[in-house]
């Protein structure tokens, strides 16, 4: 009775031990898998032998002003919500004319009302523009915003293909859409 006794006490204690870490594990994938606000999203097009690939996250206007409200003007902007876009190129490529290395990037921009900088940044995971260093630029290009004719109310990136080796990179946001060229080696 008395070894049963005990064999009943450790089974017992185990039993409890392991339910306990079942539900911590339980409530851990729960919390880990949370509806975002802002969801993920990523764009991929084939120009020549590159692969270009965009991940980013797609905040909503959700009747917000946006340019010059809640992504002000003159201040450098993860282009997306959450972590910093990254864009990411599998060989060597030409950025409006610009070289730039095979790599991934984070990319930011500095909206302005009439031109916008874009940065292509060589930390390529970051969270936001929170710890964004200009000293690790690997290339800065203006551009030119233009008006959308259709209203855009969740961020979107767009790769269309313009001819064997080049494309044109837009992001859309409310009435703006920004673009930018990619042209590669064939």
Known sequence: MFISGKLFSLNTILLTVLLFGFLSIESYSQEKEEVR????????QTVGFTNITIDYSRPGVKGRTIWGGLVPYHSVWRAGANEATKITFSTDVKIDGKKLKAGSYSFFAIPTKKTWTLIFNKVANQWGAFEYN?????????VTPM????????????ISKTSDKKVVVMLEWEKLKVPFNVEVEI
């Open 134 to 142: 200009d000293v690790e630029d690997a290339l800065r290009i203006e």
């Open 147 to 158: 008006q959308n004719n259709c209203w855009q109310e969740w961020l979107a990136y767009t």
């Open 37 to 44: 606000i802002s969801p993920k999203a990523s764009v991929k």
